[in-house]
């Protein structure tokens, strides 16, 4: 098994410009998480989605942040329009059940200039 | 104050030494986790606690319900070790709530 796969691993993009995150979980879990880590909060949920549907999207810091997960697959994050305040790495988990098979993506390290 | 909390922050040992990271968190939980974040930024999913004690290889973790505490020990600790360690607790919901972190380096 790949393991939960992260793209891309790093991106640059200047402020202003739409950025789209994805990943692919690993192939029978049925949760999907996104998480942002800075220096500065650590590691915060933004999103998960059990069976592809939003379940709570309560960390997704305001209406430039948008997550969708067309199938079982495939999960996008996007920032539109992007900040430099968005700078971070930005992981997808995705897990069994809520408590098994808990396995992290590589993350995408985005720099907003 | 934060729920979950975690001491030390930073920890430097020497190779051999035993570890011990411990985590208090305030809010009622279901489960807890042990987290490991590798220089390179990978994180790694380390334990899964509900209650009692787990072990896997050099790794143990423990945990007491009732004072609100988790440990995770590192016997014969190594280089290799060194990481970024994270305690993450999950309320009852999906939801995780996340430590600081405590960065552990073990010196050759």
């Known amino acids: 098994d790949a393991g939960v796969i992260q793209s891309p691993r790093h991106e640059v993009t200047e402020m202003g410009q739409e950025v789209t995150l994805r990943c692919k979980p690993i192939s029978g879990h049925d949760y999907l998480f996104w998480y942002r880590q800075t220096m500065m909060r650590g590691l915060e949920l933004l999103i998960y989605f059990n069976n592809n549907v939003p379940i709570d999207d309560s960390g997704m810091p305001e209406d430039r942040f948008s997550a969708k997960m067309p199938n079982a697959s495939f999960s996008t994050l996007k920032i539109q329009p992007s900040e430099p305040r968005d700078s971070a790495v930005y992981f997808c988990?995705?897990?069994?059940?809520?408590?098994?098979?808990?396995?992290f993506g590589s993350g995408t390290r985005l720099t907003v200039v | 104050k934060n729920e979950v909390e975690q001491s030390p922050q930073n920890l430097t040992a020497q190779e051999g030494e035993f570890i011990t990271i411990n985590c208090s968190y305030s809010?009622?939980?279901?489960?807890l986790h042990w987290l490991q974040q590798h220089p390179g930024g990978g994180i790694v999913s380390l334990f899964m606690l509900s209650s009692g004690k787990k072990k896997h290889g050099r790794l143990i973790a423990t945990i007491n319900i009732q004072e609100k505490h988790s440990s995770l020990h590192i016997t014969a600790s190594h280089p290799r070790d060194s990481a970024v360690y994270i305690c993450?607790?999950?309320?009852?919901?999906?939801?995780?709530?996340f430590g600081p972190g405590t960065r552990l380096s073990v010196l050759p």
């Open positions: 809010v009622g939980i279901s489960a």
């Open positions: 993450a607790v999950n309320n009852y919901g999906q939801n995780f709530v």
């Open positions: 988990a995705s897990s069994l059940d809520s408590w098994y098979g808990y396995t």
